[in-house]
């Protein structure tokens, strides 16, 4: 009920209204230039966060590189801390914001219900939507936002994966009972699970204190050894001092979905949690609204979906992918086993953006959609047949919302791509009557204080002043 109700309502507000360098283990030193981390890996803490930045992905000529290659996946952590930080009058830093997880924390549960045209492929018996859509762009003059969705079967025509949800709780004694009531809302209270390969028990049976641990090696180790295991959950309180990568092999085989608290005094590590989530492949969440996606994490419908669009040269001159940075590099950590695909839950729904400059009529190229599925592989190759829009106002409910997240994560990192655009003409966009539905009433409210909070100024003003910017003129490191 309330995945239709999300979808109704913003449908109902919103309708009529390059690859970045993977990270290493050093830190690298701040850049001193204002472009020097246009394409570059940085790292940085915040108050209570520590995250790493993957940079920015860059404009491409469609001539020298016509294909963008992105793999998808369902994490909205980035959005879910993002959120809880503003909420504490903390701008969150550029390494923590993934603007896919902020798209994906709007859109994932949505179903494709415009009156827009909708392909399905199959894969097997189960079947795929998938949606496009081309609109000028509101932010980049000249050039046109390219959104493609593709939505998984529903949860009823997938089955479960047999056997119990194996949970393991890392969290400090102080952390218990908030731990205890965000697995509350990610579980269903009368479900059956396994702490860690202890007996299956019903999760209202057992006290809070008996489920904090804190030998996060043992207790995974305990769940691979779970012979009845469906898939294994973390919640955690990602306190520092951890080895992602002593654990991540130990996460690889279990299907772990990651759900971490909400941030609070003590200091919360994304980069632990992150490195743990890409080795188990499950999703990565956080606090309560990221709790509300749990139970469909558990039910996977595809995993390792690649998108492959090939751009048409005599179509589109130029294009950029927002966001999907800290993807850069993943087919090769796949191929050697470091990481497992990502999965993609039944119900569920992933939104790519593209940036394009268009030169000619005709379809923009065509789109390769190839993923693991429980009922065999999918494999489709379509034309791109986007609904084209000539204003705002007249696309697709659900792509406008897509690039009005993305465009906020954007602004929130500080990138070159957004600096004239402002807080304002972002809730400028936005419907008024949208504080009365939640969803959108949190982006609101999160676009309010960020615009509050945000004295940071451009960056990129004594080297290029907004006035002469050209979006078309790439800057480069070091250049006068």
């Known amino acids: 009920m309330r995945r239709w109700w999300a979808a109704w309502t913003m449908a109902v ?27 570059v890996l940085r790292a940085g803490p915040v108050p209570a966060v520590f995250a790493e930045r993957y940079g920015v992905h860059p404009t491409v000529d469609t001539a020298a590189e016509p294909e963008a290659a992105v793999i998808l996946g369902a994490d909205t952590a980035a959005w879910d801390l993002s959120r809880a930080l503003l909420a504490r009058g903390v701008l969150p830093d550029a390494g923590l914001v993934r603007v896919e997880e902020f798209v994906q924390a709007f859109t994932g549960h949505m179903r494709l219900a415009d009156p827009a ?21 509101p932010n980049r003059e000249g050039y046109h936002v ?47 699970v396994s702490f860690a390969g202890a007996a299956p028990r019903r999760l209202v049976d057992v006290p809070p204190l008996a489920r904090s641990r804190h030998d996060v090696a043992g207790a995974l180790r305990a769940c691979a050894g779970f012979p009845n295991r469906s898939a294994t959950l973390l919640v955690s309180d990602a306190r520092p001092g951890r080895d992602a990568e002593a654990l991540a092999p130990l996460a690889r085989d279990l299907g772990l979905v990651v759900l971490g608290l909400e941030p609070d005094a003590a200091p ?4 632990f949690l992150r490195r743990l989530a890409r080795a188990g492949g499950g999703g990565y969440h956080a606090g309560d ?43 090769p950590e796949q191929a050697t086993g470091l990481e497992a695909p990502p999965a993609i839950p039944a119900g569920g729904t992933v939104v790519v953006l593209y940036e394009i400059r268009l030169r000619g009529a005709g379809a923009p190229g065509e ?27 007249l696309a697709p409910g659900w792509s406008r919302l897509a690039w009005l997240a993305a465009a906020f994560a954007e602004k929130l990192r500080g990138d070159y791509w957004v600096r004239a655009l402002t807080y304002d003409a972002l809730l400028a966009r936005l419907p008024s009557a949208a504080d009365a539905v939640p969803e959108i009433a949190t982006l609101v409210d999160a676009i309010r204080r960020a615009r509050d909070l945000d004295r940071r100024g451009d960056r990129f003003a004594a080297e290029l002043p907004v006035e002469r910017m050209d979006f078309d003129e790439v800057p480069l490191a070091g250049a006068r």
């Open 13 to 39: 507000l919103l309708s009529g209204c390059g690859a970045a360098q993977r990270p290493t283990p050093e830190t690298p030193a701040p850049p001193q230039h204002p472009f020097a981390d246009l394409r």
């Open 117 to 137: 045209p909708v392909r399905t492929v199959q894969a097997g018996d189960l079947p795929f939507q998938v949606a496009t859509a081309l609109f000028p762009s």
């Open 146 to 192: 390219l959104a493609v969705a593709i939505a998984a079967p529903h949860p009823a025509l997938v089955e479960p994966p047999p056997g119990v949800p194996c949970v393991v709780v890392d969290a400090a004694p102080e952390s218990a009972v908030p731990a205890d009531a965000t697995l509350r809302m990610a579980l269903d209270p009368e479900a059956t």
């Open 268 to 271: 919360y590590d994304d980069v």
């Open 289 to 331: 609204e990221g709790a509300a996606r749990v139970r469909g994490a558990l039910r996977p419908a595809a995993f390792d979906l690649w998108s492959r669009l090939r751009f048409d040269p005599a179509v589109v001159a130029r294009w950029r992918v927002l966001g999907f940075e800290a993807r850069a590099g993943a087919e």
């Open 367 to 393: 789109l390769q959609l190839t993923a693991a599925t429980p009922a065999g592989p999918l494999g489709a190759t379509l034309p791109l047949e986007p609904v084209r829009a000539g204003a705002w106002d």
